[in-house]
């Protein structure tokens, strides 16, 4: 029996930081990072005959592109009937006419879903519950920061993830 490409997934997010690339690698997906896109485009996921390649943007540092390559394989999980030749997502990680796509199949909806798959890929709670747990032997409160780092995540996309689990208080330096 053939895996479900969520089980492939799940059965991958085992390391800190999460190992992105090879879990679209074990999904076949090509990767090229620090592509050249359009103006407004972080980011897209295209056919290319039987398979599908993800492109991330050069213009934005390595753990936006992190949050993108996990944004589009939330895509290609959760949305792969809805992809068509291509979809390409812009800066707010929305689908609209910059770039080369305008896959107007892609709801406001579905890019929600895509954000908060990536979110739980990078950061899955049972290895930010275990960084938390022990840091916090160490010292008083872990800084957001560390948890960033380790995670190789955003400022932006940890104190979300925190918030949404409800353990912001759990930590140094959200605002
Ligand atoms: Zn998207």
Not at 89 to 113: P, V
Request: hydrophobic share 40%; with cysteine.
């Amino acid at each position: 029996m053939t895996k479900r490409p969520i089980d492939i997934v799940k059965e991958r997010l085992n390391t800190v930081p999460v190992n992105v690339e090879a879990i679209l690698r074990a999904l076949d997906v090509e990767v090229r990072k620090d592509a050249i896109l359009g103006e407004d485009i972080s980011g897209e996921i295209r056919r290319n005959g039987e398979r599908y390649v993800i492109s991330t943007s050069g213009d934005e540092h390595a753990f936006r592109q992190r949050f993108t390559l996990a944004h589009e394989l939330g895509h290609f999980v959760l949305h792969k009937s809805l992809i068509g030749t291509g979809l390409d997502d812009s800066k707010m990680y929305r689908s609209t006419e910059a770039g080369d796509f305008y896959n107007t199949e892609i709801k406001l909806a579905h890019e929600r879903q895509a954000n908060s798959f990536a979110a739980k890929v990078l950061m899955p709670k049972h290895l930010l519950k275990k960084k938390i747990d022990e840091l916090s032997q160490s010292e008083s409160k872990p800084d957001v920061s560390e948890l960033c780092n380790l995670f190789q995540v955003s400022y932006s996309a940890m104190k979300w993830r925190l918030v949404n689990l409800g353990w912001a208080q759990q930590v140094e330096g959200i605002n």
